[in-house]
């Protein structure tokens, strides 16, 4: 596997965990809004990234336990679009356009995180586009209660 895509991937799973405190059980977001497959969410992130010029890298790094309540879907080498900070911010403007709501956005240097709601999922959209190695990935997970409890029993081996 290329760097690249390693660092993606290790990026994505730092998106992923630093949005899973556990401070919500999940309980009641079942009924808030659409409910999307874990395929319909990767479906939509693709369509937007697609449309913004991104591919999506070949690696996964969802547990098969958990591919029904969560996805990971990294942009295969960002760097070499002409600018990917345009297509990273095009693809949240086309997300937001098909119904994901936005949430908190954190900035820090050249690093960004915005959040992305939409019925039970939750989404961290991230983009590091500073010098060397570029990154753009985007982690759902969905707010279930079955979910958490695969998340923990899963996550924690």
């Not at 029904?68 to 679009?81: F, L, Q, S, V």
């Not at 939409?118 to 990154?135: E, F, H, N, Q, Y």
């Amino acid at each position: 596997m290329r760097k690249v895509g390693m660092v993606a991937a290790a990026a994505g799973m730092v998106l992923f965990v630093a949005g899973c405190g556990g401070e919500d059980d999940g309980a009641g977001k079942e009924n808030a809004g659409p409910q999307l497959t874990a395929a319909q969410v990767d479906k939509e992130i693709g369509a937007a990234a697609g449309a913004a010029g991104f591919t999506k890298a070949s690696f996964d790094t969802v547990k098969p336990k958990l591919k029904d309540c969560m996805i990971n879907w990294a942009a295969d080498e960002p760097g070499k679009k002409a600018d990917p900070a345009k297509s990273y911010a095009d693809t949240l403007a086309a997300l937001v356009k098909a119904g994901w709501g936005k949430g908190e956005t954190t900035k820090k240097g050249t690093t960004d995180v915005q959040i992305l709601k939409k019925g039970a999922w939750t989404v961290r959209a991230g983009s590091d586009l500073g010098p060397g190695i570029k990154m753009v990935a985007f982690a759902g997970v969905l707010e279930t209660r079955e979910c958490t409890e695969l998340y923990v029993g899963e996550l924690g081996k």
